[in-house]
């Protein structure tokens, strides 16, 4: 997946899309992290997410990983430098210290990752959340036919625009338990299309 074409469109696009449905997702859970110190935010795309961390809470330091060169560079214009560290990498091969973090964000990201994948990524991040680590998970449901047709539609696009390879939404909910989180929290948007989540380990 290359995401550096659509990078600065990302925005317009899925305001155009889905109105204000994703965004309020992502910063959903935003006033329950306040205590977090050291986040690790995966596949943040053009950062605006990230942001609205760094602005709920003026004390944590984040790690940023993204695989496209252009979403970083907008991610740092948008976050800044100072509280951020950033990488462009592929989040299932970065290299995480062990017991590091207190809070992982995963927003629209886990859908670009097959079953395998998942596993392999969850995994690794596992080992360098602390315990009591939380992770806010935003993401699709495939619960309903409208919801189905709409996700389907979602991957065409990213074939096309990204070269995308993951065809299919993996369930994460069982991998993240095997690796001792539980879900604390969820609440679904209108229509049930997407979903926040919060974990805790
Ligand atoms: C669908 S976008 C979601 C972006 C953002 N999280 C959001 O909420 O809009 C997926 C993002 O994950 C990044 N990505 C995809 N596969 C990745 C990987 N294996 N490692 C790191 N980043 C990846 C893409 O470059 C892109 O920025």
Redo the contacts with the bound molecule.
Sequence with gaps: ???DLI?PH?WWI?KLGMGGT?ERR?RWFLPEIGQARRALV?????G??LRELLRHNPSVRADY????RR?LELARLRAGRERVSYQQ??????EFPRSNYDLVA????F???GPS?LEV?IGRVAEAAKPGARWIV?EFCVATIPARLLVSALYLF?RVT?G?KTRKLADHRPILQSHGFRLVSSRHSRGAFVVSELWER
């Design positions: 997946m290359n995401c990078a990302y899925e994703l992502r995966l596949g943040d795309g053009d605006r997410f990983v993204d695989l496209s979403m990498c592929d989040g299932l091969a970065a995963t927003h629209f990201f859908d670009c990752l994948e990524l935003s990213f990204t995308l």
